[in-house]
């Protein structure tokens, strides 16, 4: 794949969650919930998809930098559309796509090189096992 190539997707990638936006912008319900001409999801489902399916790769990113030997699974995205209540209104799903796009993207530059983070909790962090003892204290820091 060529630098201008990349350069490109990667400038797809970053317009997402405003060009999902838009498409949905102004839409009544009646609109969001007519299924596609051939069938498929309708708008308001496919919303609630890309938001999943987002998160979900943000994870299996996570994994992949975190754990030594990640599985990285699948997800059967109809069980999602069933359990996970497509029906309901997009903003939610809407908000959390644009929100994984910039965690994604700061990832990525972490990945890269391109910045180093660094900081210091301003609390406490428990364990989920043992609350009473800390697991990241006040003023744990991180730097790469």
């Keep these: 794949m ?12 970053r317009e997402g969650p405003d060009v999902l936006e838009a498409a949905v912008a102004g839409l009544t319900d009646a609109q969001l919930d007519a299924p596609a001409p051939d069938g498929g999801w309708s708008p308001r489902q496919v919303v609630h998809h890309c938001a999943d399916s987002e998160l979900t790769s943000a994870v299996r990113l996570r994994r992949l930098l975190a754990e030594d030997r990640p599985v990285i699974t699948g997800y059967d995205e109809m ?3 069933r359990r996970l209540h497509y029906d309901r209104p997009v903003a939610s799903s809407l908000a959390a796509y644009g929100w994984t796009d910039v965690s994604m993207r700061a990832a990525a530059r972490v990945i890269a090189g391109t910045v180093h983070p660094t900081g210091r909790l301003p609390v406490e962090v428990p364990r989920a096992d043992d609350p009473a003892t800390a697991l990241y204290p006040i003023g744990y820091g991180l730097g790469y």
Excluded: D, H, N
Aim: proline share 0%; aromatic share 14%; hydrophobic share 35%.
């Design 2 to 13: 060529t630098a201008e190539k990349r350069r490109e997707l990667l400038a797809r990638y």
């Design 79 to 81: 069980e999602f559309s």
